[in-house]
């Protein structure tokens, strides 16, 4: 199961506390702030598969951590985005810029694989780092039912890692 780092050739599966806020990480901003990643987990214990059911960016301003996006999956899969408390419909065909810098926007998914559930995919330009995220239903059940149940997150990393980054990743 899920979740999974890839990187080139190489994957390596990691677990953390299902329901909890984890850091996964975080970076300096040109500006001397700090940006984080971090996301909250659910799985089956009986399976020990685990996945992403949200994904959440903050800014560190001075020891003042703010929320700026954090999407979710909805219980019919779908991304639910909210960037600086507004939500952002799936169907937006703008790029969104928060207060703090950070821009979204949302694009159809070219290579879109069998278990996405959308074919939309975010695009995060975090202030120095660039993420996509899209939804996918999990493939490991029989029942089509359970892989809903089982609808997550996905991220890619569209530019390399800032070298100023600390943490799981």
């Given at each position: 199961?899920?979740p ?5 050739d ?5 677990w ?6 984890t850091?996964?990480?975080?970076w ?7 940006m984080?990643?971090?996301?909250v ?14 994904i ?8 003042t ?45 070219m ?18 780092f ?6 996918a239903?999990?493939?490991k ?16 990393f569209?530019s ?8 799981l990743?």
């Amino acid at each position: 199961g899920d979740p999974m780092f890839k990187y080139n050739d190489t994957s390596r599966h990691f677990w953390v506390n299902p329901g909890l806020l984890t850091p996964l990480m975080s970076w300096a901003t040109p500006e001397g702030s700090r940006m984080s990643l971090a996301g909250v987990t659910f799985g089956r214990a009986n399976t020990g598969n685990q996945w992403f059911n949200r994904i959440v960016v903050s800014l560190d301003v001075d020891h003042t951590v703010r929320d700026v996006l954090d999407v979710r999956t909805k219980e019919d899969g779908m991304m639910n985005i909210t960037l600086d408390g507004s939500q952002i419909p799936l169907s937006s065909q703008d790029v969104h810029t928060s207060a703090t810098g950070v821009k979204i926007a949302l694009s159809e998914r070219m290579d879109r694989a069998e278990s996405a559930i959308s074919k939309r995919q975010l695009h995060i330009e975090a202030l120095g780092f660039k993420i996509s995220v899209y939804s996918a239903k999990s493939a490991k059940f029989a029942s089509s039912r359970e892989n809903l149940d089982a609808a997550h997150l996905n991220m890619d990393f569209e530019s390399a890692i800032p070298q100023s980054a600390k943490g799981l990743f």
